[in-house]
Every structure is written in structure tokens, then in C-alpha cells.
């Protein structure tokens, strides 16, 4: 069993709200992020998927195949959009890292041949980021 | 920011699933500290053989960031492990605040141990075991962009004992 990894970036706008809440409680919660207008960041995305090297290829995954697959999956759909407004996982999802990764994840779960999801780590910047190992006991 | 005190009130509107996902969320911070590497159990030339360069008795310092992990489920209501505000407040008191900008061989920390990596890494263990809203499960320290150390914690809460 090899881990392989793959980058991509993608750069979208955000905010955090929750609307069962008061404009003040999301405020108070969500501090400068909850700013109706939006912000956005740079984000980076590592996908890791885990398999056996194929003895005739050397390879675990195909790495074009893997990036067409990013590409289609989250890139074209992320990329220099509004995640809450054009994105509809994030309609009723406030997206924080940690659902993003887990959207990345249902996103790409059983779509990449030959090798099984092991990670999604999202940054949202380089100080900041998260993990989603798919659903653990 | 005003950090938001943990547990806002639930929203039923967004939950995900009966079961909350569990998530882990990475933060880095940056300090800079001075150490030497130094023990009275050895002699001068042996701490000279285990150190090297690092047994200079003035010193030398690091640019170091430490990377702390939490684990957590998500909550349905404001889509985190634990509030961002939350945890930078606590690294910049019991990091922060203790840390950057000393040097680490004066510290009540090391007063019995050298202040290696290692032992920096395992002494933010116990001091971010101490933050009460997501489970610490890895503490990273890069030392220099060449040289990281990495502790993993244990499902129970670190404790010193």
C-alpha cells in the first residue's frame, strides 16, 4: 500500500453565518468571517489516496487521471466562485475548512479508480488547515 | 476579535447527519526563542561530542513554528472543531506569551531538562492538552525548515505528573 498525493488550488469568496441565529449571535460567533459581503482566500487543497503500485505502470494512481479528476470534481466548481451563493453543498453548510474538506471528500469518494480515498486537507492559508479521513468510529 | 465563548445554541436547520463528522483542524504559530543544548550529567567534552555547535554557552536561537492538531466532531451549528478565536486567545497566553522572544534554558520548563526540540515539543503536549474545547492529537514543531519533531498524544487528556 502506497499514500499518493496531489495538489490543487483554488480561490473562492466566504462568509459564515447561520441563519437560525441573530445577526449579533453571529457576530459574536463568527466575528470578522460573518461580514455579509464576503472575503475569500487562496486555498490549497491535498488529495492522498491510498493503493498498491500496479506492476506493469509503476504507478499507484494514474497523476493526469487524478488531476482531471480534481479539476472536474472541485476545482471547476470551487475556483473563483462564491462557495455560499454558487456552490450548493454550502447552501445550508457554513463553509468553515472543516466542511469544505468534507464536501471535498463526498465530492471525490469512489470517483477515482484503482485506489481508495485515504485524505482531504484543505488550507486555508498556510497556518491554517484541516483533515477529513472519511466518516471514523 | 472578542473570542466567542464556546457551545452557542444549536440551529437543527443545519445539521448534516444524525452522525456529526469528525474532523481534525491544524493551526501554526511562530516564536522565536534562544536555547542551548547543555547538561551538568556530562562533562565538558561530552557535551561537546552530543551537541556539537548547539553547546555553544552563549546560545543560538530558532524561528520556530509549532503545529497543533485537534480532533473533534463538526458542529452542526457553526461548521468547526472549536472556535478559531477560541484557540488563538489560549496559544497567545500559554504560548505566545511564555515563549516567544526568551530564551528557553531560563525557563521553569527546563529546569531539569534540556530544551531540545524533542522536549519543547512534548512541554506544548501538556500545555495544549489544557485546552478544553476539541481533543489535542499531534503536536509538529519545525525547528528550521530542515528539521520538524512530531508528538502524538494519547486519547487521554495529557496530564503531568
Same mark, same amino acid.
Given at each position: ?137 | ?106 525557563? !521553569? *520548563?527546563?529546569?531539569? %531538562? &534540556?530544551?531540545?526540540? #524533542? ?6 503536549? =501538556? ?5 478544553? !474545547? *476539541?481533543?489535542?492529537? %499531534? &503536536?509538529?514543531?519545525? #525547528? ?6 512530531? =508528538? ?10
Amino acid at each position: 500500500m502506497v499514500l499518493l498525493t496531489r495538489k490543487a488550488e483554488f480561490s473562492s469568496a466566504h462568509y459564515y453565518w447561520n441563519d437560525a441565529w441573530s445577526p449579533e449571535e453571529n457576530a459574536r460567533v463568527f466575528g470578522k468571517c460573518a461580514n455579509r459581503n464576503g472575503h475569500g482566500h487562496n486555498y490549497t487543497l491535498e488529495v492522498t489516496v491510498a493503493g498498491e503500485v500496479d506492476p506493469v505502470s509503476g504507478f499507484v494512481v494514474d497523476l493526469k487521471q487524478l488531476k482531471e479528476i480534481l479539476e472536474r470534481e472541485v476545482v471547476s466548481v470551487y475556483d473563483h466562485r462564491h462557495l455560499n451563493l454558487e456552490v450548493p453543498e454550502f447552501a445550508a453548510r457554513i463553509p468553515t475548512t472543516e466542511n469544505i474538506a468534507i464536501a471535498i471528500w463526498q465530492r471525490l469518494n469512489g470517483k477515482i479508480p484503482n485506489a481508495k480515498l485515504h485524505r482531504v486537507r484543505v488550507y486555508e492559508m498556510p497556518d491554517l488547515f484541516a483533515d477529513y479521513y472519511g466518516e471514523q468510529q | 476579535m472578542t473570542p466567542a465563548s464556546p457551545n452557542p445554541p444549536a440551529a437543527p436547520a443545519l445539521s448534516q447527519s444524525a452522525v456529526r463528522p469528525r474532523a481534525y483542524l491544524s493551526r501554526r504559530y511562530h516564536l522565536s526563542a534562544s536555547h542551548r543544548l547543555h547538561t551538568d550529567a556530562f562533562t565538558a567534552e561530552q557535551n561537546q561530542a552530543a551537541y556539537g555547535k548547539c553547546n555553544n554557552p552563549h546560545g543560538h536561537g530558532h524561528n520556530y513554528i509549532v503545529e497543533v492538531t485537534f480532533a473533534g466532531p463538526v458542529s452542526a451549528s457553526t461548521g468547526m472543531v472549536c472556535d478559531l478565536a477560541d484557540l488563538d486567545s489560549f496559544a497567545r497566553k500559554n504560548l505566545l506569551d511564555r515563549f516567544d522572544r526568551m530564551n528557553l534554558n531560563t525557563l !521553569a *520548563a527546563f529546569r531539569n %531538562r &534540556v530544551p531540545t526540540t #524533542e522536549n519543547f515539543t512534548v512541554e506544548i503536549a =501538556y500545555i495544549f492538552a489544557q485546552f478544553s !474545547a *476539541a481533543q489535542l492529537t %499531534r &503536536v509538529r514543531i519545525e #525547528e528550521t525548515d530542515n528539521n520538524s519533531f512530531e =508528538y502524538s498524544t494519547p486519547h487521554a487528556a495529557l496530564t503531568k505528573g
